[in-house]
């Protein structure tokens, strides 16, 4: 993966005004009934890899008992804002090996886009077959797939705090290179203080796009019988149900 984006690292106590818990809450429901659905047996553990601020934990926990990773330090202080009684682990959904602990499920929301090359896709695999007991299941959430991948295109939004902060941004999403694994999203933030100053920064999220045919393949190479999803707002979604041994 490469350098860390701004939103999550010096401008990370922003992250809840570009995106707040609640927007999150029908996605999560959704990701929650589809990890039902492939698990055989009673779901009760889920470990998030890239977890960032949160926010499907916020939801998710009123139904597991979540346990949630994120490289960034900082987006870990974040979700505790929010997920006090939740464990936190520092640590990459490419390398990360909890000794001695399997979870009924393991969920990768869209964090899982900052995975740039197929071989960043397949070890996050690995690293989700390691944490997950037999016949527990993983739900992969990319924001596209190659296929259905059509830059550029623009994006807006924001929120404003019970602190008088606020935040507005502008994303635009472009493909320089087709023929490669990543393209780029550009943000502009305008940044309300509460004393009412205003700063725009800008930040650079390199992200990964791949066919649908790797997320299958790197699930199955794990060990996961793989189903492919569209959810009702148009994106692929991969469950995989582990095999026994």
Same mark, same amino acid.
């Given at each position: 993966?490469?350098?860390?984006?701004?939103?999550?690292?010096?401008?990370?106590?922003?992250?809840?005004?570009? @995106?707040? =818990?609640?927007?999150?809450?029908?996605?999560?429901?959704?990701?929650?009934?589809?990890?039902?659905?492939?698990?055989?047996?009673?779901?009760?553990?889920? *470990?998030?890899?890239?977890?960032?601020?949160?926010?499907?934990?916020?939801? %998710?926990?009123? $139904?597991?008992?979540?346990?949630?990773? !994120?490289?960034? =330090?900082?987006?870990?202080?974040?979700?505790?804002?929010?997920?006090?009684? *939740?464990?936190?682990?520092?640590? !990459? %959904?490419?390398?990360?090996?909890?000794?001695?602990?399997? &979870?009924?499920?393991?969920?990768?929301?869209? /964090?899982?886009?900052? *995975?740039?090359?197929?071989?960043?896709?397949? /070890? %996050?695999?690995? @690293?989700? /077959? &390691?944490?997950? $007991?037999?016949?527990?299941?993983?739900?992969?959430?990319?924001?596209?797939?190659?296929?259905?991948?059509?830059?550029? #295109?623009?994006?807006?939004?924001?929120?404003?705090?019970?602190?008088?902060?606020? %935040? +507005? #941004?502008?994303?635009?999403?472009?493909?320089?290179?087709?023929?490669?694994?990543?393209?780029?999203? !550009?943000?502009?933030?305008?940044?309300?203080?509460?004393?009412?100053?205003?700063?725009?920064?800008?930040? +650079?999220?390199?992200?990964?796009?791949?066919?649908?045919?790797?997320?299958?393949?790197? *699930?199955?190479?794990?060990? &996961?019988?793989?189903?492919?999803? @569209? !959810? =009702?707002?148009?994106? +692929?979604?991969?469950?995989?149900?582990?095999?026994?041994?």
């Amino acid at each position: 993966m490469n350098e860390s984006p701004r939103l999550y690292s010096d401008l990370a106590a922003w992250f809840h005004l570009l @995106t707040s =818990p609640h927007e999150y809450r029908e996605e999560a429901e959704y990701n929650a009934a589809r990890i039902v659905e492939a698990a055989s047996g009673p779901v009760n553990t889920v *470990l998030e890899l890239g977890s960032g601020g949160g926010n499907n934990a916020y939801h %998710m926990k009123q $139904r597991f008992t979540m346990t949630l990773l !994120d490289l960034s =330090p900082e987006m870990l202080d974040v979700s505790r804002q929010i997920n006090p009684e *939740l464990e936190h682990i520092q640590g !990459d %959904m490419r390398s990360i090996r909890i000794a001695g602990t399997q &979870f009924d499920a393991v969920f990768v929301h869209d /964090a899982v886009s900052y *995975l740039t090359s197929e071989a960043d896709v397949r /070890a %996050m695999a690995a @690293t989700a /077959a &390691f944490h997950c $007991r037999q016949l527990g299941c993983v739900l992969v959430v990319p924001d596209h797939i190659r296929e259905h991948f059509i830059p550029p #295109y623009t994006d807006c939004g924001g929120n404003d705090g019970l602190d008088g902060r606020g %935040m +507005r #941004y502008l994303m635009w999403s472009m493909d320089p290179d087709p023929s490669d694994t990543t393209y780029l999203a !550009d943000f502009a933030y305008m940044l309300r203080e509460s004393d009412g100053t205003v700063r725009v920064e800008h930040d +650079r999220h390199v992200l990964g796009i791949f066919p649908e045919s790797l997320w299958i393949s790197a *699930l199955d190479g794990a060990g &996961f019988d793989v189903t492919v999803h @569209t !959810d =009702p707002w148009n994106t +692929r979604v991969f469950s995989g149900t582990k095999r026994a041994t």
